[in-house]
């Protein structure tokens, strides 16, 4: 088994800067993908971004692509999102998640960190509201 524990959201003005944690434990994550998605109220989830714990490829969401940063800290297990020049559609509930990367071929590498369904292991979510 995997836990998640995220956190970090708050309220921020346009333009500002957060940065999301995800803690893990349990199962060695070494051949996991981690991913970030949100939830906007009244929407469907979102793809934010996903790196991968060994090797530390990432990918990101066309709406967030330049502004949000993926990262890992394999010392301390946890994964990040730094999140900059936010916009009021960055409002949502921001999730983590996790995968396992065993048998994942990289043909479908993307389609696969990229869907919510793909994923086993979720966070409790972290409330990001962006406002003036």
């Known amino acids: 088994q995997v836990q998640l524990v995220d956190s970090g959201g708050g309220l921020v003005q346009p333009g500002g800067s957060l940065r999301l944690s995800c803690a893990v434990s349990?199962?060695?994550?070494?051949?996991?993908?981690m991913g970030w998605f949100r939830q906007a109220p009244g929407n469907d989830y979102e793809f934010v971004a996903a790196?991968?714990?060994?090797?530390?490829?990432?990918d990101y969401g066309d709406p967030v692509k330049g502004r949000f940063t993926i990262s890992r800290d394999i010392a301390k297990n946890t994964v990040y999102l730094q999140m900059n020049s936010l916009k009021p559609e960055d409002t949502a509930v921001y999730y983590c998640?996790?995968?396992?990367?065993?048998?994942?071929?990289?043909?479908?590498?993307?389609?696969?960190?990229?869907?919510?369904?793909?994923?086993?292991?979720w966070g409790q979510g972290t409330q990001v509201t962006v406002s003036s």
């Open positions: 349990g199962r060695s994550s070494r051949n996991f993908a």
């Open positions: 998640a996790a995968r396992s990367t065993e048998g994942v071929i990289l043909s479908t590498y993307v389609a696969t960190v990229t869907s919510r369904s793909r994923y086993d292991y």
């Open positions: 790196i991968r714990w060994n090797g530390g490829r990432t």
